[in-house]
């Protein structure tokens, strides 16, 4: 059984370009979700999946970034026109919700620098 | 809005000297406190889910235990190993994201 795999693990870009982060849950979970982590910090939720459907974005979530999950299977974090303040540690986590178990399972996480 | 509060930020403890971290909290219904364990540069690893005031959860040197406004990792004999930042989170009814708190980050000198 392997767990949540993220790609990739570090990316360092320049402000202003795109980045693309991509996370492989636990192949039976059905919830998806992305946080964001700052140094000192506890992770910030950022969005979640049920199976292909968004069912929640953070109100602190810039229209700069954008997930998706096609097919319910892997997902992918974008992040448009990068800003100094977009670096941070990006970490997915995959949950499979039934009865009372609700753990979230996090992947080793995509460190994001912008120069 | 759902909150977490942990206490204390840093911690040094010698090998063998047992202590424990608190995590206080705020939520509009408790579906479950999660206890997770971050080492630098990774992500966290799940250690317990509380879901009710009373519940306990062991594993090996580490005791979690919940009361209705905070819950306490008991940490028993610790071992260098053990240093890692200790995490605490809370999910409320009607919500399906974790809410964090800042962590305790240990330190065991041997």
């Known amino acids: 059984d392997t767990g949540v795999s993220q790609n990739p693990r570090h990316k360092i870009t320049k402000r202003g370009q795109n980045v693309t982060f991509r996370c492989d849950p636990i192949?039976?979970?059905?919830?998806l979700y992305w946080y964001r982590q700052t140094l000192g910090q506890g992770p910030e939720f950022l969005t979640y999946f049920q199976n292909e459907a968004q069912l929640e974005k953070s109100r602190l979530l810039s229209d700069r970034f954008s997930a998706e999950r096609p097919k319910g299977s892997f997902s992918t974090l974008e992040i448009q026109r990068t800003e100094q303040g977009d670096s941070a540690m990006y970490l997915c986590?995959?949950?499979?919700?039934?009865?009372?178990?609700?753990?979230?399972?996090f992947g080793p996480g995509t460190r994001l620098t912008v120069t | 809005e759902d909150q977490v509060t942990q206490s204390p930020e840093a911690l040094r403890l010698q090998e063998g000297e047992s202590s424990s971290l608190n995590c206080s909290y705020t939520v509009s219904g408790l579906r479950g406190l999660f206890w997770y364990r971050q080492d630098p540069g990774k992500g966290p690893d799940f250690l317990f889910t509380l879901y009710s005031a009373g519940e306990e959860k062991e594993k090996e040197r580490l005791k979690a235990t919940l009361t209705k406004k905070e819950s306490f990792l008991h940490i028993t004999a610790p071992k260098p190993e053990d240093s890692a930042t200790y995490l605490c989170a809370v999910q409320g009814y009607g919500n399906n994201r974790l809410a964090f708190g800042k962590g305790n980050q240990v330190v065991v000198i041997p």
């Open positions: 986590a995959s949950s499979l919700v039934s009865g009372k178990l609700y753990e979230q399972y």
């Open positions: 192949s039976e979970h059905n919830r």
